[in-house]
């Protein structure tokens, strides 16, 4: 079992940065892969970015790529996504989650831990 804490959302002007945290409970974390997720008012939860379980191998969509970076400190059971150049359309909850995995998964089913989320709104 694993339970996950997200930190960090909050309103932040476009152009600005954000970094959020989430925090793992538990003394297996480095044998999760973690992904941060985003969903919209209205929208699917869709895939931000992904973390392999060393950090070696990292994921990003398509739409943050160059803005976002995903990092995880295993000594500390906590991931980060580094969120700058940020603009409207990245307004979202931000979700931590977590999956017992080889490879790095991309979709929401693959992951089995999931953290309760923090809001992120970007002012145009």
């Known amino acids: 079992q694993v339970q996950l804490v997200e930190s960090g959302g909050g309103l932040v002007q476009a152009g600005g940065s954000l ?11 480095s044998s999760y892969v973690m992904g941060w997720f985003r ?3 209205g929208k699917e939860r869709d895939i931000v970015a992904a973390i392999s379980r060393s950090g070696g191998t990292t994921y990003y969509a398509e739409s943050v790529k160059g803005r976002f970076t995903i990092s995880r400190d295993n000594p500390k ?7 700058s150049s940020l603009k409207p359309e990245d307004t979202a909850v931000y979700y931590c989650a977590a999956g017992l995995r ?3 998964p991309t979709t929401v089913s693959r992951y089995d831990y999931w953290g309760q989320g923090t809001q992120v709104t970007v002012s145009s």
């Open 19 to 29: 970094r959020l945290s989430c925090a793992a409970s538990g003394r297996t974390f």
């Open 39 to 41: 969903q919209a008012p």
């Open 77 to 83: 059971n906590t991931v980060y996504l580094q969120m």
């Open 102 to 104: 080889v490879t790095v």
